[in-house]
């Protein structure tokens, strides 16, 4: 049977697709190549949320193909996921190297689709088309990590696309309309995960806090996802619940009150808030105002005062002026991010945004870029020097890439913590003293706590 290398860009969503589709093709016998140079088959799992995504993938497809088929011919090339289905067939105009492009409903028909191009039966197949269900369709991971060992932790995806059209966003019309998965079916999935020795779920969807809305009612003042998320709660043998990610829009007191109800539920949120700019916010369609998202950090810091607060925060949005950008400074300030993505406005095909006027020079969005950076990371390195001395309980996956004995895990807050440690220790729930920290991470000593 061939072999196949997949390669992932962008969101959690892409890798859990990624694993999906290669757990699908090893059950039908294909095995997985550790690189590129020796598969038969290569996938690229695409991104489009920002043109930078887009343009990588196109230029590593191209170097593949002048690489890889002029040795061995019958290599099967193909993209799959977001600009696949936002480019189709034109990927193959513009890459005749290209056999297969399948759209983000079709993972599921991956292994028939590779069946038909390497019998011969057919040369190029596009798949785009929507699919009724597509939502449930790939249920089956493998629990590969990068050896063989147990995976334990393991996203889980909830729900599929977003009907918010935030006015920057591409992914309404490349994830297409929302639709969750019912809450037995969510359960099960977790439950076969946790019998294959997961230990922390983290459940998935472009839109979180939409889960279910419109096929599951409300039951004593707890929101569909609420429901899904106390149903997981239950699962023996589950130790930790995350969820990514939430819009601040559908945050309602149900879920703030979950994490104080909930002890699974980690104490870390990432809630994206884009500007600090009530004339952007509108602008960008988000649904919610600076003080309605100051109003629900404020909430949630009450209901667990160690909460780690992430964000994702767009820079030059179209019409940006140093004042909305000074908003988004001094919220930044007001809240103090314990991390923030920070992406430039990326122009995208089919949004409202990449027509409206005063778009931001280039060298300005840079220049913005770089201040709220510098701001947001001397935030978060502060946030992690007063953890120094601290004990964490963290979740041990297993080896750091820094070296053999150095083990990987993380805080309930979603904070990285490295300890000397061995292969026994994965999987574990320890307690480590902070030592000292590293730029986005903590290093612990389990031992300095038995020591107490
Ligand atoms: N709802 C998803 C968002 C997917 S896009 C989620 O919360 O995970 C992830 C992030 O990319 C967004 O939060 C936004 O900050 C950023 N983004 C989206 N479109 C963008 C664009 N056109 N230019 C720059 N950044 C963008
Ligand atoms: Fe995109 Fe806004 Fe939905 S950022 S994924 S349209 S909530």
Redesign the pocket.
């Known amino acids: 049977m061939p072999s196949v290398y997949i390669k992932t860009y962008g969101?959690q969503m892409n890798e859990r697709d990624s694993e999906a589709v290669a757990a699908q093709l090893v059950a039908k016998g294909y095995s997985l190549a550790a690189t590129e140079k020796t598969a038969d088959v290569i996938l690229l799992n695409t991104c489009s949320?920002?043109d930078m995504a887009e343009q990588k993938a196109i230029g590593k497809m191209q170097n593949i193909a002048a690489d890889v088929r002029k040795n061995r011919p019958d290599v099967v090339l193909g993209f799959m996921g977001c600009m696949a289905q936002s480019r189709g067939k034109q990927l193959i105009d513009q890459l005749p190297d290209v056999d297969l492009v399948i759209g983000t409903q079709k993972f599921h028909r991956t292994a028939d689709y590779l069946d038909e191009i390497i019998q011969g039966k057919r040369a190029k197949i596009v798949d785009v088309a929507a699919e009724q269900g597509s939502e449930a369709t790939i249920k089956e991971h493998i629990l590969f990590g990068k050896t063989t060992t147990k995976a334990i932790t393991a996203f889980v995806s909830i729900m599929q696309g977003?009907n918010q059209y935030c006015t920057?966003?591409?992914?309404p019309y490349t994830r297409g309309e929302e639709r969750s998965r019912t809450i037995p079916d969510v359960v099960a999935e977790c439950r076969q995960l946790v019998a294959g020795g997961v230990r922390e779920i983290t459940l998935l969807g472009?839109?979180v806090t939409s889960y279910g809305k419109r096929d599951i009612p409300i039951k004593d003042g707890k929101s569909a996802f609420v429901q899904l998320l106390e149903a997981v709660h239950e699962i023996e043998g589950l130790e930790r619940i995350r969820f990514?990610?939430p819009?601040p829009k559908g945050y309602g007191d149900d879920l703030v009150e979950a994490y104080g109800r909930l002890p699974k539920l980690c104490e870390s949120a990432h809630l994206?808030v884009?500007s600090g700019s009530d004339r952007l916010l509108k602008l960008m369609h988000r649904g919610y105002n600076r003080e309605r998202f100051s109003g629900i950090i404020e909430k949630l810091r009450k209901v667990q005062p160690g909460m780690g607060i992430t964000t994702?925060?767009?820079v030059g949005f179209p019409g940006e002026t140093e004042a909305d950008f000074e908003e988004t400074m001094s919220l930044s300030r007001a809240i103090r991010f314990d991390n923030a993505?920070i992406?430039?406005?990326?122009?995208?095909r089919d949004?409202p945004?990449a027509s409206m006027p005063d778009q931001v020079p280039q060298d300005i969005l840079e220049a913005r870029h770089a201040r709220l950076l510098e701001l947001i990371n001397g935030i978060a390195a502060k946030g992690y020097d007063e953890r120094i001395g601290r004990t964490e309980q963290i979740l041990v996956e297993g080896e750091s890439k820094k070296g053999p004995r150095r083990m990987t895990g993380r805080t309930r807050c979603n904070k990285i913590v490295l300890f000397d440690g061995s292969e026994r220790h994965r999987g574990q729930l320890m307690d480590v003293k902070i030592t000292h920290t590293g730029s986005f991470t903590l290093y612990g000593d389990p031992a300095i706590v038995n020591l107490d």
């Open positions: 969101c949320v920002r977003c920057f966003c591409i992914v472009q839109i990514t990610s819009h994206p884009q994702d925060i767009i993505y992406f430039k406005y990326s122009p995208r949004t945004a």
